[in-house]
């Protein structure tokens, strides 16, 4: 019973001396992801490539608004064929702009997915290279419970992404 102890504890002591020879770190991605000077140009990338899509949005909105407040107030007075006429208008207009919207947030989303793909594999680059440079034996991410503020190089790692921002 006693060497088996002995063995417990010789083999605890030897883990704890490798344990204390490891270089382990943690870094917050969704804190990297958000400061990261990327995001801000990939914002503005698809603002720009959307925003003509979402004013042409907003005018057909408007539109739409303009012959409801029409059919509201001129309805009493018009022939049946007018109203009818309006209303068919009305309903091919609203068709058309919930169609145009769907395949705008669908285009949006897909867009918006490959920025965010781009930038995340750009921020596994800079940890991958701040492990190797700074010789890291682990680098942990998602999923940490908890990690003292010496493992955490988040800002190292934003550090990084600033210095090679697009």
């Known amino acids: 019973m006693k060497k088996k102890s002995a063995l417990f504890l010789g083999l605890m002591f030897a883990a704890n001396l490798c344990a204390?020879?490891?270089?382990i770190g943690f870094v917050n991605v969704p804190k990297v992801l958000e400061k990261a000077p990327q995001a801000e140009?990939?914002?503005?990338?698809?603002?720009?490539?959307?925003?003509?899509?979402?004013?042409?949005?907003?005018?057909?909105?408007?539109e739409i608004q303009s012959l409801e407040e029409k059919m509201a107030k001129?309805?009493?007075?018009?022939?049946?064929?007018?109203r009818r006429n309006l209303e068919k208008d009305l309903a091919g207009k609203q068709r058309e702009a919930k169609r145009a919207q769907q395949e705008f947030s669908e285009d949006f989303n897909m867009?918006?997915?490959?920025?965010?793909?781009?930038?995340q594999r750009r921020i596994?680059?800079?940890?991958?290279?701040?492990?190797k440079d700074d010789g890291y034996?682990?680098?942990l991410t998602d999923g940490v419970i908890f990690?003292?503020?010496?493992l955490d190089v988040t800002a190292q790692v934003q550090k990084r992404l600033?210095?090679?921002s697009e």
Do not use: H, W, Y
């Open 74 to 82: 001129d309805a009493a007075v018009m022939s049946e064929s007018e």
């Open 111 to 119: 867009r918006r997915n490959e920025e965010l793909g781009k930038l």
């Open 124 to 131: 596994v680059e800079v940890i991958r290279a701040l492990a």
């Open 20 to 23: 204390a020879e490891l270089k």
């Open 162 to 164: 600033t210095s090679v």
């Open 147 to 150: 990690a003292a503020d010496q």
């Open 41 to 62: 140009s990939a914002k503005k990338r698809l603002e720009k490539e959307f925003s003509p899509r979402d004013k042409a949005l907003v005018s057909q909105q408007k």
């Open 137 to 139: 034996d682990l680098l």
